[in-house]
C-alpha cells in the first residue's frame, strides 16, 4: 500500500527551493539563453525566447537578478546599453540546465523515428 502525504513540505525542500527560483517556463528560458550566450542585450533575449512579452521579461529579470541569478551591466558604450549575465550562482545551474537539454533531445530524436 502507497504512504499518503500528510502535509506539505515540498517547499521546505531543496527541489522546492528549485522550483521557486524557477517557477516559469519563461525563467528556464532566459538561464538556458544566458547560458549559451554569457552576456546577452535585453532585445537579444526578448527575441530569443518565444512568445515572452517585454512586461513578463522585464519582471522575470528583476526576479532573477533578486534572487542572485542574474547580473545586470550597464555598458557606457556609445549609445548606452544594458547586457545580462549569469552570476555564479546563475552559472551553477549549468550541470542541470545541461542534462534537461540533454534529455530533450534525446526524446525529441525518438519522437521522431516513433512518427
Known sequence: MRGKIKENVLAATGFGYF??????????????????????????ILHFVENVSSATLTNIL???????LVERTVLSSI?????YSLTEKGLSLAPVLDRIAEWGEKEKIESIKED
Open 79 to 83: 549609445p548606452p546599453h544594458v547586457e
Open 62 to 68: 528583476k526576479q532573477m537578478e533578486g534572487d542572485g
Open 19 to 44: 522550483l521557486n527560483l524557477v517557477d516559469s517556463r519563461f525563467k528556464l528560458s532566459v538561464l538556458y539563453t544566458l547560458l549559451e550566450f554569457e552576456s546577452v542585450r535585453y532585445n537579444d
